[in-house]
């Protein structure tokens, strides 16, 4: 069975710049999610998907940040402009539902010069 | 909100030596717990989990973890531990008031000396 895959694995840009992570969940997982994992600190949450439904987005800073998933498989979550506290690793998750276990996948390295 | 307080930010220990990472947790109502391992560079990967019944729970790798209601809290052990444990772990809560949602702790470095 696939994991999650996350693409891309690294990206450097400028601040100012957009930038896109994609998220494809294990095949059959309704629940999506995105984290944010500072250096040195545990994932938190960033927005959570029952199938296309964001149902837990409070802690995504909608000014800057946005998220989909359309047609309740893969996801996208955009940054936009990107500023240096930004430089984090994005991490994606899914779960057969929102009471399971999550399976995570290598993230995406996000550095914001 | 529940949250997590991992007690340790650092444990170093020689190969083949016993090792305990300290999780506690807290919550008004029931939770199910977890303990993830990251690699460098890598995603976590579940060691254990406690949803219910036994409250000795046993993982990949050799490590176990023992619930204790009482005392809230849940921490992992391996009796021997090898070079390649060397890595990043995080105990986390799920549910609670807050339905879905992980929530972790700061995370543990175990570092194996040779």
């Known amino acids: 069975e696939a994991g999650v895959v996350q693409s891309p694995r690294y990206k450097i840009i400028e601040k100012k710049q957009p930038v896109a992570f994609w998220c494809n969940p294990i095949?059959?997982?309704?629940?999506l999610y995105w984290y944010l994992q500072n250096l040195g600190q545990g994932p938190e949450l960033l927005i959570r998907?029952?199938?296309?439904?964001?149902?837990?987005d409070s802690q995504l800073p909608k000014d800057r940040f946005s998220a989909e998933r359309l047609k309740g498989v893969d996801s996208t979550l955009k940054i936009q402009p990107a500023e240096l506290g930004d430089s984090a690793v994005y991490l994606c998750?899914?779960?057969?539902?929102?009471?399971?276990?999550?399976?995570f996948g290598p993230g995406t390295r996000l550095t914001v010069t | 909100a529940q949250s997590v307080t991992q007690l340790d930010s650092q444990v170093p220990v020689f190969e083949e030596a016993p090792v305990e990472l300290r999780c506690n947790y807290s919550?008004?109502?029931?939770?199910?717990l977890f303990w993830y391992v990251q690699y460098p560079n890598q995603g976590l990967q579940l060691l254990l989990k406690?949803?219910?019944?036994?409250?000795l729970v046993k993982g990949i790798n050799g490590f176990e973890a023992e619930f204790n209601k009482s005392q809230t809290s849940f921490h992992l052990r391996k009796p021997s531990v090898h070079i390649s444990d060397t890595a990043e772990y995080f105990c986390?809560?799920?549910?609670?008031?807050?339905?879905?949602?992980?929530?972790f702790g700061q995370g543990t470095i175990l570092t194996v000396h040779p």
């Open positions: 998750a899914s779960s057969p539902r929102s009471d399971h276990e999550q399976y």
């Open positions: 095949s059959g997982h309704n629940t």
């Open positions: 998907y029952e199938n296309e439904e964001a149902v837990d």
């Open positions: 919550s008004s109502v029931s939770v199910y």
């Open positions: 406690y949803l219910s019944g036994s409250t």
């Open positions: 986390a809560v799920l549910g609670g008031t807050s339905y879905g949602k992980l929530t």
